[in-house]
């Protein structure tokens, strides 16, 4: 009975969303609600209690994953804003014709950078309005921007996932960034083949096969070196502009206006220089990630001509338009912190590992994928299931297994689940046709998946720990 009354919170968030379609934000308050009304009532947890562990979540989702998310998101839309963004765009388009090429350089290449940058969705919406804009099939753009968002989302929001998750988990953030990009390297290493399937069929893996391993070898290798080194922060970025520069060095670079290309990218690589500024400091004198896109973005739309009332202006827009987005988050916070508070959490830790036996390392990261499936989020994800995934763990090196392994899951889930699709379908001009994309996503998310599924089995089998 337990563990049916501590699933309850999650069935009411799946049902909301999946169910009822209710807007994300009323689907985390009803699941919220219901969450909060079982502590108390059934598990004794005190009405004070869950007011003060609601407050806690509340207060994390603000800050400092919500002050990155609005500054990342400011930062782009202050490009926007600039003219920036349509240079950026012209500038993408004319290295190549080749639609492959193309396909590999906007959702592999940009939308790692953009989901480093400012994820939450941008990443879908944002290279899959650049793949229609030069000719594209509005599908495939689609579903080739799904499959590249996959795994780069630990990563995402320069790193709100992983800082969350590490916090979650109980997990030294260092540690666990590392796991995670050694973990993701065979799923992750899968998304430029399946973007030339997508693309072109059997024939653009054939022909192209040289093209997306440089983009698999210019993204990993540079996720390899950044992400012990320094952390969360900047891997997705680092591998968006190894992508870029590399197939910069091969396309066809005559027309490009080089001066205002570097005009274009200024916004951004004052984020670079401030995150990794930021990154290389000590610990005790690093300030939030969240302040440094903040000052890094309006540093570069100032320098990109715009004026102080402007930059303001854009700044209050951007929080005015993702304030639901910022209210589902806190709310999903505050949900898990009641949950842990009143030791639901560990109900369902116990029911998996009851259920699932020797064969749980399997099963992380499909629990990872229903969280990114049902939130649309990785930090979300791993809010509701983090500490779920440390509980069930029997030595160290496991719980960072495992909580990697969620994360991992978590943006897999997110190629089908019902944000993201729509985010893409809108930005296609695909309103109306989110179920065929959802269908059609299906078979790379389930090889994608399966692959992330035997790398966590193989992983713990070769740890010293096992339950």
Known sequence: MDTMLSILPVAVLVAALAGFGLPAWCAALAAFAAGAAVAASCFGLPCAAVAQCAASGAATGLFPIGLVIVAALFTYAATVESGAI?????GLSRLSGDRRFQALLVAWGFGGFMEGMAGFGTAVAIPCAILVGIGFD???????CLVANTTPTAFGSAGVPTMVLAGEAGADVSQLSAAIAFLQL???????????????????VRECWRLALVADVAFLSAWAAVAPLLGCELPDIAGGIAVMAAFALMGNRSGIDLRRQAWAWMPFAFVVLALGGAAIMPRECRI???????????SGALCQGLRPARVAAIAARTVLRYSPALFTICAVLALAKVMGAAGMTRNLAGALVSATGSAYPAVSAIVGALGGFVTGSGTSSNVLFGSLQASVASCEAQKVLFAAANVMGAGIGKMICPQSIVLGCA????????????VKALGCF???LSVACLTVVVWNALLPCRP
């Open 288 to 298: 939030s990630p969240g302040f440094a896109i903040l000052a890094a973005g309006a």
């Open 446 to 448: 389930a090889a994608v």
């Open 186 to 204: 065979a799923a992750t290493s899968l998304s430029p083949f399946l973007i030339l399937a997508i693309v072109d069929g059997w024939r653009g």
């Open 138 to 144: 509005p599908v495939k753009a689609v579903l080739c």
């Open 427 to 438: 930005a296609a001009g695909l309103a109306g046709r989110e179920r065929s994309v959802m």
């Open 86 to 90: 349509a240079e950026i765009k012209g």
